[in-house]
């Protein structure tokens, strides 16, 4: 079951933040966040785990609510390089032996 | 630099034809994964692999197929090519500790054209 993630686009001017949501409609065990630039390859931003808590990196940080299936990627003081596709991914059980499903991205473009 | 290496870069072939594409994952890494990736599309999974064993399938073509060596890298074999196989081809690796999930480290890609 592919998540759903919101919104498709936006555009921020530096310094601006933004929240970019992925949802399911099966309960999840954990969910992938990553950034990926034109023609280059998905880099991985982190991973939250069912039960876990709020990640942090810089200025990007993810939380994961259980209840709601749902995990939020914030972008705080956005950076000119924070610009590419972001992608969700999913999993319904542990240990990777599970495939992960991507969402659909959300593409950010960070202006001047 | 993910440690995943994926080679060609780039391959053009023609309708018909079949190709190859390879993987070698991060030092240590036992599992293997598929994707494919057509022009401004999402990350579609195909297949992973498990230290030389098939372990979750996805919306593979029966004219794909792949394996895993005893070395750990990995083939992606496509066949009978059509136009719209043309994509990106991902292939990513990780530890699966059994402990939680594992990150996906992404090769940099092969971009296959059918012409």
């Known amino acids: 079951q592919q998540p759903v993630q919101s919104p498709q686009a936006v555009i921020l001017r530096e310094g601006e933040d933004a929240v970019i949501n992925c949802s399911s409609s099966k309960a999840l065990y954990s969910v992938h966040w990553y950034r990926q630039k034109h023609g280059e390859a998905p880099v991985f931003l982190m991973i939250?785990?069912?039960?876990?808590e709020q990640k942090g990196h810089d200025k990007i940080s993810a939380s994961f609510n259980e209840k709601k299936q749902q995990s939020s990627l914030y972008l705080t003081a956005s950076q000119l390089s924070y610009s590419g596709t972001y992608f969700c991914g999913t999993e319904m059980g542990p240990g990777g032996y599970q495939k992960v499903t991507f969402g659909t991205g959300t593409k950010l473009q960070v202006i001047p | 630099d993910s440690g995943v290496t994926q080679t060609p870069k780039h391959l053009i072939t023609a309708t018909g034809q079949r190709v190859t594409l390879r993987c070698s994952p991060r030092s240590g890494d036992l599992s293997v994964y598929w994707y494919q990736q057509s022009l401004d599309q999402g990350l579609q999974f195909l297949i992973q692999?498990?230290?030389?064993?098939?372990?979750a399938k996805g919306n593979i073509l029966e004219r794909f197929s792949a394996q895993q060596f005893p070395d750990l890298h990995s083939e992606l074999n496509l066949s009978s090519l059509e136009l719209g196989d043309s994509a990106l081809y991902f292939c990513?690796?990780?530890?699966?500790?059994?402990?939680?999930?594992?990150?996906?480290?992404f090769g940099p890609g092969t971009r296959l054209t059918v012409l």
């Open positions: 990513a690796s990780s530890v699966v500790s059994g402990s939680g999930s594992d990150t996906q480290y």
């Open positions: 692999y498990y230290n030389g064993e098939e372990r």
């Open positions: 939250l785990l069912k039960g876990g």
